[in-house]
């Protein structure tokens, strides 16, 4: 089954830190770039990071540039998020995205003292 699954999400209080796990399967994992993206009640999904199909170029949406890191496993079919310093803001449902369209149910992200 083609799909994606995400896990890692929760509550979490301001300057903590979170790891989100995205599991592939179904598709050549190694062949498609990836990307986080989150959305809040009301507004358009943003974009949060990307990374190549070999991990060597990432991106970085300017708001969380420093504090979170992409990283994928290609052994492994997955694709990783890592989250420091969190702040409220950063509270959301995260999607990962593989290149070819695929979506993944997403995880609830709750940054709150």
């Known amino acids: 089954q083609v799909q994606l699954v995400e896990s890692g999400g929760g509550l979490v209080h301001p300057g903590g830190s979170l790891r989100l796990s995205c599991a592939a399967s179904?598709?050549?994992?190694?062949?498609?770039?990836m990307t986080w993206y989150r959305q809040t009640p009301g507004k358009e999904r943003e974009l949060v990071a990307s990374?190549?199909?070999?991990?060597?170029?990432?991106n970085y949406a300017d708001s969380v540039k420093g504090r979170f890191t992409i990283s994928r496993d290609n052994a492994k079919n997955t694709l990783y998020l890592q989250m420091n310093n969190l702040k409220p803001e950063d509270t959301a449902v995260y999607y990962c995205?593989?290149?070819?369209?695929?979506w993944g149910q997403g995880t609830q992200v709750t940054v709150s003292s």
């Open positions: 990374i190549s199909s070999a991990g060597g170029s990432t």
């Open positions: 995205r593989a290149w070819l369209g695929l």
């Open positions: 179904g598709f050549t994992f190694s062949s498609y770039g």
